[in-house]
């Protein structure tokens, strides 16, 4: 079992539509999770991080976390093309390494 | 503010020859992190230093190592190149540490072993 895992993809969704994406994760002692996106040919850049259990909401994006689950999810409300990427799941222990899942790829379609 | 610069972007090697990757954090960041980004294994953790000292490492064998100089400056070297160490290395620079996982990402050195 992969530490922290996301479905691979494509995932394809119109423009405008809810983008749902999603992350498990195997360590129960993992304290600190976050969402990358990464455009082809680019470097990961941070978007969303989150600590407790709940919802946070930055903007279009929401991160949801449920630890009795171990899951973690991003949704992206009225998606455009510019969002078009693979976002990749982050989970940290405190005092350990960061662990990344394999990424979603993400199509936005107009 | 400048950004996480990594020299060089692009180097060929042989195998068994060896390479060292630069990492210039952003100014003020005292953590280093050294990741190894394949389309097979994702992004793989390989370590981070922090004020000079080695603070985690990832599950690389021991021909990686880095080391972190008192400007924050990091290098990371590749002994004995193998085929399979071909990838994208990236750097990201961090106020305080992979625990606040706000990472700042290097555009990479993209490294491939003939």
């Known amino acids: 079992q992969k530490e922290v895992e996301q479905n691979s993809g494509p995932l394809s969704v119109p423009e405008g539509a809810i983008a749902s994406l999603n992350c498990t994760y195997s360590?129960?002692?993992?304290?600190?999770f976050f969402w990358y996106r990464q455009y082809s040919g680019k470097s990961p850049e941070l978007i969303m991080s989150i600590y407790s259990n709940g919802d946070k909401e930055d903007g279009r994006f929401t991160a949801q976390l449920n630890k009795a689950s171990q899951y973690v999810s991003l949704l992206i409300r009225d998606s455009q093309p510019s969002d078009s990427a693979t976002y990749l799941c982050a989970v940290n222990k405190l005092a350990d390494d960061m662990r990344f899942g394999a990424g979603t790829r993400l199509t936005v379609k107009p | 503010k400048a950004g996480v610069t990594q020299t060089p972007r692009y180097l060929i090697k042989t195998r068994g020859q060896q390479v060292t990757l630069s990492c210039s954090p952003i100014s003020g960041h005292r953590s280093v992190s050294w990741y190894q980004q394949t389309p097979g294994q994702g992004l793989q953790f390989l370590f981070e230093y922090f004020s000079e000292t080695q603070r985690n490492k990832g599950n690389f064998p021991g021909r990686f190592s880095g080391r972190q100089f008192s400007n924050s400056r990091s290098e990371m070297n590749v002994s004995t190149l193998e085929l399979g160490d071909s990838a994208l290395y990236l750097c990201a620079s961090s106020l305080t540490g992979l625990n606040t996982g706000e990472l700042f990402f290097g555009e990479g050195s993209r490294l491939t072993v003939l």
């Open positions: 360590d129960r002692g993992s304290q600190s």
